[in-house]
C-alpha cells in the first residue's frame, strides 16, 4: 500500500547499496529496517537472530 513503511524495503535497499560500496548511503537504510523490523513476528520467528544485529551494526 502506498505510504506504509515496509522494513524488508529498507532492508533490501540498504543491501543494494551496501553492496556497491555506497556504505555512508546504505547506514539511513539499515537503521530504518531494524527500526522496522525488531518487533516483526515473522522476523523475529524465522529468520536467524544474526540478521538483526547486522542491520542494527551496520545502522549504527
Given amino acids: ?4 513503511v515496509d522494513g524488508y524495503v529498507f532492508e533490501e535497499i540498504a543491501e543494494n ?3 556497491i560500496g555506497q556504505d555512508e548511503a ?3 537504510y539499515f ?3 531494524w527500526d522496522e523490523l ?3 513476528t ?3 520467528e ?3 537472530e544474526h540478521r538483526l544485529e547486522r ?3 551496520l545502522g549504527n
Avoid: F, G, I
Avoid at 500500500?1 to 506504509?4: R, T
Fill in 46 to 48: 524465522h529468520h536467524p
Fill in 17 to 19: 547499496l551496501h553492496e
Fill in 26 to 28: 546504505a547506514k539511513p
Fill in 1 to 4: 500500500a502506498l505510504n506504509q
Fill in 31 to 33: 537503521k530504518k529496517a
Fill in 38 to 40: 525488531q518487533n516483526d
Fill in 42 to 44: 515473522l522476523m523475529c
Fill in 55 to 57: 542491520l542494527h551494526e
